[in-house]
Each structure stands twice: as C-alpha cells, then as structure tokens.
C-alpha cells in the first residue's frame, strides 16, 4: 500500500526509491540487481569479455579453471566466460522477444475475446484450445520449419506457441473485470470501448499476466536452449547458453563440469525472473498491504 | 433530515423520462423460462423531481434502474429520455447522449477503480470527452470533491484507503462532473452506516437544487423514500403496484402490498400513538420466472380473492395523480377494506 504511494510521490529519485523499495522487499531488489547487471554485462560483452567467444585455442581443449581461463574451456578451447556472457546477450533476447510476441498477440487477442464475447469469443476459444491441445515445444518446431531456422524464426515460434497461454489468461480475467461496477460507470459516462479496455479492464486484468509474463521468460528460456539444442535455434559458432548446455552434453563424460556454468546461468536467471514478478504483482497492487 | 424540495411537477412539461410498456428478461442458461425482471412497466418521471422506487429484493428495481440509464437494453417496451430513444443512437451520438443519464450505485466500493486515485476517478469523466487539459480537469476535480464536502488530502488516495461514506462521496463528484440532467440512484445509502444516511442524503437534496437534478432514487428503505421523493413507487415482481405524490402513497396507500410495507416499518412513537396492527407478510417473493397468474401479490395478499387469480388487475388512476394495480382498491375504501383486512387476519 504504502509501496504504491512512494513511487507517486517520488517519482523522480530513482535511487531513493529502490532503497525503499529494497528495505521492504529484499528479494525483489536483488533479482532486479541481477537482471540488469545480466543485462548490462550482455550488452557491454565485446568490451568485457576476456576473449572473443568464438576463438578457439585447440591448444586448451577442455582446460580446467584456472587463472586463465576462469570457467576453463569448451571442447573446441572457447573461454567459457566470454562465450557466457556472450550468450547471455543471445539467450536475453529469445527470451525477451518470444514473451513480447506472445504479449503483442496474446493480450489483445484475450482482451477482444472476454470483453466483446459472443461468438468471436467462441472461435477465439476454439482456436486457443487446439493450440494448447499440441505440446509447445513441437508445435514450435514446426512453425521455426516453415519460419525457416535460426535465433529470431525460433523464437518468433515459441512466441507465437506462448501466446494462446496469455489470451486465455487474459480472457478469464477480462471475464471477471468487465462485470465490475466501475466498467458499468465508465460506460454511462460515454467512454468508448477501446478507453474502458485501455483504462480499466487491462490495468485490473494484467495482474496475473505479470506474474505469468515472468514464468514464460524462464519457460523461453528453457525453449531457447531446446531449439538451439535441437540445431533450429542459433547456429554455430554462436553461443547461447541453450547451446552451450548442449554442446557440453554432448561431451558429458569427458567434462563434466562444462554443464554448470550454462545451466546454472539458467536457473538462476529463471528464478530472478519469477521472483521478481512475484514482487512485481505486490507492488502494483494497490490493494495489496502483505510485503514478505 | 431536511426534506427536498417538494416542488409539484406541471404536467405541462415534457417528461425527461417516459417509460413505455418496459419488459427486461433474464435467459436462463437451463433454457426454460426467462426471469422477467421488469414485466410491463410505465411511467413518466418530470425534470427536478424525485422519483422514489419501492421495492425487495428480487423485485426488478435494480434491472428498472440499469435499463434507465442504458446500460440494459429492454426486451421490449421504450423508454424514452426527453423524448427522445436512447436505442435508436449509435456510436459517437449514444455516447454523448447518455452522459446525461447517470447512475450511482449501492457498493460504493465495487464502483470505483482500484487502481486509480480519488482525484483520476474524479477527472476520468471529463478525459473520456476530452475536455480541456489533465492540469484544468484536476483542477475541475479537486473543485467538485470540495462540493461534495471531500477534503482536499484524500485526492491522492486510493478507494481502499477512504470509508464507505467517503467513497459514495467520491462517486457522487464523478456522476456530476458532466452535469447530467438524471441521477439514478440505486439504493445509495443502503451500504452506509445509518449515522451517515442522513448526511448524505442531506448532499442529495443540497446538488438537486444547485445543478437542477432530476433524482430516481431506488430504496428497499421507505424511510429514505419518503424523506426525499416527490411521487413513489411500488414495484412487485416487476410489475408496478402503486404510483402517486408521496403524501398520498405514505398516508393513504391504496395497494395492501403498499400498506404491509408500510405497517412493517418501525415509527418513531409512543406506543399509544402506533398503529395497532401489523400486516405481516408471509412466504417468499414468487419465483419471477413463473409468477402467480392474474395479480402476482395474490400469494402473500391478505385481502385475496378468487377473482385475484383469474384476472389481472388493470393499473388504474383512483384519485389524480394516484395509480394502482388492485381489484379493491377503490371499492373496499379504507374502512371496509380494514374490516376485509380484520377479518382475514383472524382465520
């Protein structure tokens, strides 16, 4: 409660706010760190990394960590930091652009279908459940096949697979929203549909979405690194810590130790992503007086 | 409690709401027969008046007052604003012809946005028809939460944070802030503390006077009806049961449903000075899906006779001004009908 009034106030001290905001709320503070430092460290990669992520030194094959070589070496001699941070840069924008487009069509599509109803919500409903009806990874596969293969074609895939789970959320919460008394109120005022939609509906829908949003980014993540695993996502020499993961599979019993830098770089990374829309989903609210 | 003004309406003018024959259903999902909310309802509501409603629960006052204001389209019947059909509007005109039908509603917490503050509430009204830039709609805000006797610090809060009296308040400044002609009010006071009724009907009377409002206000309550209304209703099972000036429904009700409502109230005097008896209504509202053939008040009716259920009684004007829906009500008169009443009681 208090939460949402601070940031009215204070708008403009950004640093001031987060300070606040890190007092209440510890872990939300500290996966938002995370991102942006993982975001930040991606975006600065060809300045930080130690070396060029696709240089291979066939002499340091496998290398262990060392001084040198701080998370040692792949199986070609690539210098598993710079090719972490590298596909962190990779792995960041699959994620980010398959959950916007599964934003971009999910939302409105829900959106359209629970406020208008009838039968554009039938065949809008029909159409989501047979798309939830295929396995996500498949039916991704198969769009990259016609998209034709590669990162962004992937990814625009999982989006698009993503995108019926947000309209069906969507749709049920525009469901309940639109039945609220102060729709009635904007409506016998005059607003048009597209105002109540934007006003009202999609600020007391989103609610949900947010939290969900924050799951698919980690669930993109994960598909990321089955499609790049699977050859259709981002080609070689390229890195992404899906492709990482997969190549030192491959190599499982020569290295072990390859599988924890990637995969650990996941994990964490999907648990920063949904604790933060936990956090996220508290603040926004209003309503909300519970911090833990 | 001051009374509003008990102006009498010239029939001169042309009613501001004209309701014609009005039916509203319900389809049930079973596919059986619908609920029929509003069965056949008429009457004209004149500028600056108010209008109260009687009605229980269940009796379609609700369906009646959301179809008032368009946001329930009738399943036949007109109802007609100024003359005027509000159904045979679309797009840009409907939107700007409603702005002067408004409602308030019973929850005033459910009617307000969650997410938005008291002040962006407020000004929303004036954003949805483009007037004017945010600094003068929130100025036009802060001035109308002030009218409405808000104090200027609750502006930045949210809904939660304000009392139920506080929020009715608020979304009171927000039906005005477009200067409607009607004010459908649906059991506005009934969700508050009855220390606050007053005060905020009080409000009521006090903008009715100062921006010329025409008030429809919907009670289960008859106290608060009968402080503030120029003519009442009596609505049953969607069907109107009584219509006349207030004094007249409240002093000589001619319908029994009208005069069991009223001996059930609890009055404020000696016991000496109360009326003896009390008409104690039995069993249950009737399902508004199947009622009762002929008058649908037979079945709790005290005063019933077989001609009840065979013929629908016609609604009739007995005195000028004063309408009913009886078979004996004129005939009886208040006497006989008492010892009808007596009588029936006995068995």
Known sequence: MEGAIFIVERRGDVLWVFMRWARRDLRGALSLSFLLALVALAASASWVTPYSPTAQDLNAMMAPISS???LGTDDLGRDTLSRLIAGGGASLYASFLAVFIAIAIGVPVGLVAGYIGGWIDEVISRVIDSFLSFPAIVLAIAVTGALGIGLTNGMISVGIVFAPQLARLVRARTLVVRRELYVDSARCLGATTIHILRRHILPNAIQPVIVQVTLLLAAALLAEASLSFLGLGIQPPEASWGAMLARAYQNMELDPTQMYPPGLAILLTALAFNTLGESLRITLDPTSTTWR | ?????????TTAERPIISVRDLRVLFRTPG?????????GVDFDVQPGETLGIIGESGSGKTSL??????????DSGQILHDGLDPTTLRGARFRAHRRDYQIIF????AALDPRMTVLDS???PLAIVRAADDAARRREALAMLARVGLPRDLAERYPHQLSGGQKQRVNIARALMLRPKVIVCDEVVAALDVSLRGEILNLFADLQRAFGLTYIFITHDIAVVSHISDRIAVIYLGKLMELGAADAVMGEPLHPYTQALLSAEPLALPAALRPKRR???????????APPSGCRFRTRCPVARPRCASEAPLWREVTPGHSVACHFAEVAGRPQRDAILSTSMQK
Do not use: C, F, Y
């Open chain 1, 68 to 70: 040198r070589h701080w």
């Open chain 2, 122 to 124: 407020v000004a929303e």
């Open chain 2, 279 to 289: 008409i104690m209504l039995e069993g249950e509202v009737p399902n508004p899906a």
């Open chain 2, 65 to 74: 007052g959301r179809a008032l204001v368009s946001l329930i389209t009738p």
């Open chain 2, 106 to 109: 019973q929850d005033p917490s």
């Open chain 2, 31 to 39: 596919g059986k027969d619908p609920i029929r909310a509003v069965d």
């Open chain 2, 1 to 9: 409690m001051t009374a509003i003004s008990h102006s009498t309406p």
